[in-house]
Nanobody
């Protein structure tokens, strides 16, 4: 399984970004996928997860603001982020939960 994350960037507080993670090498539809983030000087933390059956889990800090989704036809998982805050600044990683494999990360910076 190979994962390629994209979509990060610089955004002002209150803005929005949509991250994508394309997956190759396995039947995407049966994979459980997650998004994590790591801020400078902090440990990597869980953000959201979507299972192969569509069940979703999110961290309390992003509930109501972030949406995780998947398009099995495109082998892609998305993280749509709205109402972004400076504390959302981090490198965001996608992860295949089945094999504990990580993508390379994409930087999200929320700043005015």
């Amino acid at each position: 399984v190979q994962l390629q994350a994209s979509g990060g960037g610089l955004v002002q507080p209150g803005g929005a970004l949509k991250l994508s993670c394309s997956v190759s090498g396995r039947s995407f539809g049966i994979l459980d996928m997650g998004w994590y983030r790591q801020a400078p000087g902090k440990q990597r933390e869980f953000v959201a997860r979507i299972l192969s059956d569509g069940i979703i889990r999110k961290a309390d800090s992003v509930k109501g603001r972030f949406t995780i989704s998947r398009d099995n036809a495109k082998n892609t998982v998305y993280l749509e982020m709205t109402s972004l805050k400076p504390e959302d600044t981090a490198v965001y990683y996608c992860k295949n939960e089945d094999f504990a494999l990580w993508g390379q990360g994409t930087q999200v910076t929320v700043s005015s």
